[in-house]
């Protein structure tokens, strides 16, 4: 694997590591501030770092 694999395969497990926490909030210190969530099933769309990590929250 190449650093830049190995870069990309942190990354993932540390995502998928905060979503299993379920502090969702902390999700977006992996996120780039350009990311979009999109959940084709209901149209939804999600802009930002911040509004992705806010999906995820209960009220």
């Known amino acids: ?3 830049d694999t190995n870069d990309i395969s ?3 497990r540390e995502f998928w590591t905060l979503m ?3 502090d ?3 999700v977006q210190v992996v996120l ?3 990311f979009v969530l999109e959940w084709p099933q209901s149209k939804e769309r999600k802009r930002s ?3 992705a990590a806010s999906a995820y ?3």
């Open 1 to 3: 694997m190449t650093n």
């Open 10 to 12: 942190m990354l993932v």
């Open 20 to 22: 299993g926490s379920n």
């Open 24 to 26: 969702f909030a902390s």
């Open 32 to 34: 780039a501030d350009q």
């Open 49 to 51: 770092s911040n509004d």
């Open 57 to 59: 929250e209960t009220e």
